[in-house]
């Protein structure tokens, strides 16, 4: 599957996330933990959140931290929900693997987002990512906690969605590789293989 297909997919699941039911407070922790690395700046900062659907939830906490936040999905209709509940925001429709990002960032997140990147794109995306962090920057993406690299799609959600994972030692070889340092990685809902990785840019 395709990006567009991925996005096309969450463009008819977003009551998924709009409903009562909704847990919204999945992710907060990681992102207090990942927002809790950074160093005092002067000056414009900003902020990235790759994949970053309707709910806004993490925006307050970005914020909170003295950057300005940015926003980029490919599900047209999971931004328009966003951008209705944060009209004054800056969101991007784009497909983030093809998108040239218009400047350096303080911080980077991608929750429960990069998994749906192809396998083939993941690793020029987190050198990417790596490459628009500003030293002393910091990354936070959840991914499938593997051992090995492998793709599958499933309906679980009701359309069929692709999710994908390069496996744990391959992120982190890469993230160290593109001179970050690892912060965190935690199996967060072990036994399930959700895990959360967070890196900083070192000064080299």
Request: aromatic share 12%; glycine share 8%.
């Amino acid at each position: 599957m395709s990006p567009e297909d991925t996005g096309k997919a969450y463009d008819t699941i977003t009551h998924l996330w709009t409903r009562e039911q909704f847990n919204s407070q999945n992710g907060i922790a990681a992102y207090e933990k990942a927002l809790s690395f950074l160093v005092p700046h002067q000056g414009p900062a900003f902020a990235l959140d790759v994949g970053c659907g309707c709910t806004n939830r993490f925006i307050p906490l970005i914020e909170k931290a003295n950057l300005q936040y940015e926003g980029i999905d490919i599900s047209a209709t999971m931004l328009s929900i966003a951008k209705e509940n944060q009209p004054s925001g800056t969101f991007y429709h784009e497909d983030v693997c093809a998108f040239e990002l218009p400047q350096n960032y303080t911080f980077i997140s991608a929750w429960d987002s990069f998994w749906h990147i192809p396998l083939e794109q993941q690793q020029p995306l987190l050198e990417k990512f790596c490459g628009n962090l500003v030293e002393n920057g910091v990354l936070l993406f959840s991914c499938g906690g593997v051992e090995k690299a492998g793709s599958h799609t499933n309906t679980t959600m009701g359309p069929e969605v692709y999710y994908a994972s390069l496996g744990v030692n391959a992120y982190l070889s890469i993230l160290m590789d593109a001179g970050c340092i690892i912060r965190h990685v935690e199996f967060d809902q072990y036994p399930e293989k959700h895990t959360v990785v967070i890196a900083q840019k070192t000064s080299a």
